[in-house]
């Protein structure tokens, strides 16, 4: 328990993830998925002056049923605007240039699910835009950071697997700390 502490504030804490030093350029519509709780859009916000950042929360108390989560919105609402959605009906118009998941994605516990959201993702996304995804992977690492609880996260597989079929290629991976990973997507086909 120590050790998945002491991971935890290094990560959170230190690390640095949320200077957001990995988006290195952010500009036009730009949507940020949360799963119940936005840890970032301010600072989106304050940073990328000129986008057009819409957010996106798909927190379902009766699936998602972690009591971080809840602690977590009972000490920071969701911020005005914020809409609620479901992870398979994503119900925003097309034309973003980029989208980010920032811890959220392994949420969406079902696989069907989990394919459906990104086929949505890729309805939405420009021919050019980019996905950013955020996340710990189901390995070595973190099973000896979480134990057990590293069942929670994903392997890097599934998570190449889901990106294929929803029609995305990974086009950039990035290890923020050895702990998470930064995936960058484009449409298959599309160019630079």
Do not use: Q
């Not at 230190?14 to 799963?35: C, F, P, Q, R």
């Not at 939405?124 to 390995?139: A, C, Q, W």
């Not at 929670?152 to 990974?170: I, V």
Request: proline fraction near 2%; include cysteine; hydrophobic fraction near 40%.
């Amino acid at each position: 328990m120590f050790i998945s502490l002491l991971v935890s504030w290094y990560v959170y804490d230190l690390s640095g993830i949320y200077e957001l030093n990995w988006l290195k350029e952010m500009d036009g519509k730009v949507l940020n998925i949360n799963a119940g709780f936005d840890e970032i859009s301010v600072t989106i916000r304050n940073r990328f002056e000129k986008i057009n950042l819409k957010v996106l929360d798909f927190y379902d108390d009766k699936l998602m049923t972690e009591s971080s989560i809840k602690r977590a919105r009972k000490a920071y609402p969701l911020e005005a605007g914020t809409e609620l959605i479901k992870p398979t009906n994503l119900c925003v118009s097309i034309g973003y240039d980029k989208v980010i998941l920032f811890f959220s994605a392994h949420e969406i516990r079902k696989k069907i699910d989990r394919d459906k959201f990104f086929e949505e993702l890729n309805r939405i996304t420009n021919t050019n835009g980019e996905i950013y995804i955020i996340e710990h992977l189901r390995d070595w690492k973190n099973f000896l950071a979480y134990t057990v609880g590293y069942f929670h996260f994903y392997s890097k597989k599934t998570w190449l697997s889901t990106f294929k079929y929803g029609g995305f290629e990974l086009i950039e991976e990035d290890k923020i700390t050895p702990f998470v990973t930064l995936f960058k997507l484009k449409k298959n086909g599309s160019t630079s």
